[in-house]
């Protein structure tokens, strides 16, 4: 993997996070995927080497990385499966939210079971009814004394059903995003329910279900900020996320690169090598070049989110964007140079392209990106 102008530090916790890929991932992706296999006890090994609050800090556990540090880990675990490793990317947005704007009691009561990823978070905005259209969303949480009652149903969780902590963006007045609140659930808590699992083209290592809540009395106490902040922070919390997701494209479609190259050079055709041909070289360069630049913007719009730059929403929507489309395109072509092979799950290219698939739809659209960058745009 090419760097850019990363530090001894940034350099090492890549290389700690490529050796446990190597290890504890790689070998063992095929088959989760093919057998549907959730791999809680390696992802309870990346939280032993701080994976569970990367940018969570240090004073409530975490790891109190950077964005950049974050995108490095994500891409390197995705070039193993990278379905786990957004998987581990969606505990860690829940769980810097809570940190970010949480409560000392409320940090104190999760966190310190969420880092080591004893209880995993799922972050819940997407209803039914609103998608891209977030802040019309309808689950309710009507006050009663030191309760709030919620009622409704969120589509599409990952790790809903399986995980414990549910961060759950709720309606607790007016129409619109400033009606929207954020509040931290339980699994156990009465009245909360879970769809049968989605049936998904990718993501096979993770569960996928709806979570829904029949009257749920949640502590007033877990409140993430203030009422009325909430649709703010489930888009701040995006803001990392979509790198990450991103991040584990560059993974991703790096891996797939990697397999080319050594499949071109040991399959023959017409006599000789397909590596020889000047049509699979200048597919190879295209891929590699598309690819850095993707990861050169995904990187600079990472420091941009750590620094909190002004630009920061509208760099990491064009960066998760371009690598995540990127991404795709790179692992088709990958697939493409195996010929008939490409398609058999005997080769991890076709895994790959199942499970990047999804990458420019969830966490924002592609079309909800360019939305972003186009207002800001215009906005100024
Ligand atoms: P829609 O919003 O209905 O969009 C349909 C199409 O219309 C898209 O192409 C979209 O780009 C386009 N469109 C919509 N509005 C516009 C517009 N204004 N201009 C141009 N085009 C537009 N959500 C969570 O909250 N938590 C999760 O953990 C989670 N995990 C997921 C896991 C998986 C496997 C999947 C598939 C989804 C997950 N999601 C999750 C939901 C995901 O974020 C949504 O699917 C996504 O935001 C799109 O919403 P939608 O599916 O309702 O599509
Ligand atoms: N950081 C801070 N504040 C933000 C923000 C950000 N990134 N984005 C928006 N806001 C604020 C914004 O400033 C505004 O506040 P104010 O009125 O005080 O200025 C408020 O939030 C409302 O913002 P908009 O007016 O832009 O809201 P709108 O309703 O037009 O929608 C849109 C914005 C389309 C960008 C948002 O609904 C969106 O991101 N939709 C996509 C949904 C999505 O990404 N879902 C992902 C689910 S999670 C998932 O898929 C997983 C796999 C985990």
Same mark, same amino acid.
């Given at each position: 993997m090419t760097q850019f102008d990363l530090t001894e530090d940034q350099r090492a916790i890549q290389d700690m996070a490529q050796r446990f890929t190597a290890d504890a991932i790689t070998p063992f992706a095929g088959e989760w995927d093919e057998k549907h296999i959730f791999p809680r006890d390696t992802i309870k090994s990346a939280a032993e080497l701080?994976?569970?609050?990367?940018? =969570? +800090?240090e004073a409530s556990g975490?790891? %109190?990385?950077g964005r950049l540090e974050a995108a490095l880990i994500m891409e390197a675990m995705a070039y193993g499966c990278p379905s786990t490793s957004a998987f581990i990317s969606i505990h860690n947005m829940a769980a810097w939210m809570i940190d970010r704007f949480g409560s000392q009691a409320l940090k104190d009561k999760y966190l310190p079971s969420m880092i080591p990823m004893d209880r995993i978070g799922s972050y819940c905005l997407t209803e039914a009814g609103s998608? +891209?259209?977030?802040?019309?969303?309808?689950?309710q949480a009507v006050r009663e004394g030191d309760h709030y009652v919620v009622t409704g149903s969120k589509q599409?969780? +990952?790790?809903?059903?399986?995980?414990?902590?549910y961060v759950v963006m709720v309606r607790? %007045?007016? #129409?619109?995003? &400033? %009606?929207i609140s954020c509040l931290v659930i339980e &699994?156990?808590?009465?009245g909360i329910s879970f769809g049968a699992q989605e049936r998904k083209?990718?993501?096979? +290592?993770q569960p996928t279900a709806q979570v829904n809540f029949d009257g749920v009395r949640v502590p =007033? #106490?877990?409140? =993430?900020?203030?009422? %009325?902040?909430g649709f703010r922070i489930a888009m701040m919390g995006l803001d990392g996320g979509r790198l990450n997701i991103g991040a584990c494209s560059l993974g991703g479609a790096q891996r797939c690169i990697d397999e080319a190259v050594r499949y071109t050079k040991e399959r023959k055709q017409f006599g000789q090598a397909?590596?020889?041909f000047q049509n699979t070289q200048f597919m190879l360069a295209d891929m590699l070049t598309e690819l850095e630049a993707a990861r050169t913007l995904l990187y600079a719009a990472a420091v941009k989110v750590t620094e909190n730059a002004p630009d920061k929403t509208r760099f990491a929507a064009m960066a998760k964007r371009l690598a995540t489309d990127t991404g795709s395109s790179v692992v088709d072509r990958a697939l493409q140079l195996h010929?008939?092979?490409?398609?058999?799950?005997?080769?991890?290219v076709e895994r790959f392209w199942r499970d990047l698939r999804v990458h420019s739809i969830l966490e924002g659209t592609n079309q909800v990106m360019r939305m972003i960058v186009a207002r800001d745009m215009l906005r100024q």
């Amino acid at each position: 993997m090419t760097q850019f102008d990363l530090t001894e530090d940034q350099r090492a916790i890549q290389d700690m996070a490529q050796r446990f890929t190597a290890d504890a991932i790689t070998p063992f992706a095929g088959e989760w995927d093919e057998k549907h296999i959730f791999p809680r006890d390696t992802i309870k090994s990346a939280a032993e080497l701080g994976f569970g609050g990367i940018y =969570v +800090s240090e004073a409530s556990g975490g790891i %109190g990385l950077g964005r950049l540090e974050a995108a490095l880990i994500m891409e390197a675990m995705a070039y193993g499966c990278p379905s786990t490793s957004a998987f581990i990317s969606i505990h860690n947005m829940a769980a810097w939210m809570i940190d970010r704007f949480g409560s000392q009691a409320l940090k104190d009561k999760y966190l310190p079971s969420m880092i080591p990823m004893d209880r995993i978070g799922s972050y819940c905005l997407t209803e039914a009814g609103s998608g +891209s259209d977030a802040a019309a969303l309808k689950t309710q949480a009507v006050r009663e004394g030191d309760h709030y009652v919620v009622t409704g149903s969120k589509q599409f969780i +990952s790790g809903g059903g399986e995980n414990e902590i549910y961060v759950v963006m709720v309606r607790t %007045g007016e #129409d619109g995003p &400033k %009606g929207i609140s954020c509040l931290v659930i339980e &699994k156990d808590m009465d009245g909360i329910s879970f769809g049968a699992q989605e049936r998904k083209l990718g993501w096979h +290592s993770q569960p996928t279900a709806q979570v829904n809540f029949d009257g749920v009395r949640v502590p =007033v #106490d877990n409140l =993430v900020g203030a009422e %009325g902040e909430g649709f703010r922070i489930a888009m701040m919390g995006l803001d990392g996320g979509r790198l990450n997701i991103g991040a584990c494209s560059l993974g991703g479609a790096q891996r797939c690169i990697d397999e080319a190259v050594r499949y071109t050079k040991e399959r023959k055709q017409f006599g000789q090598a397909i590596a020889d041909f000047q049509n699979t070289q200048f597919m190879l360069a295209d891929m590699l070049t598309e690819l850095e630049a993707a990861r050169t913007l995904l990187y600079a719009a990472a420091v941009k989110v750590t620094e909190n730059a002004p630009d920061k929403t509208r760099f990491a929507a064009m960066a998760k964007r371009l690598a995540t489309d990127t991404g795709s395109s790179v692992v088709d072509r990958a697939l493409q140079l195996h010929g008939g092979y490409g398609y058999l799950m005997d080769y991890p290219v076709e895994r790959f392209w199942r499970d990047l698939r999804v990458h420019s739809i969830l966490e924002g659209t592609n079309q909800v990106m360019r939305m972003i960058v186009a207002r800001d745009m215009l906005r100024q």
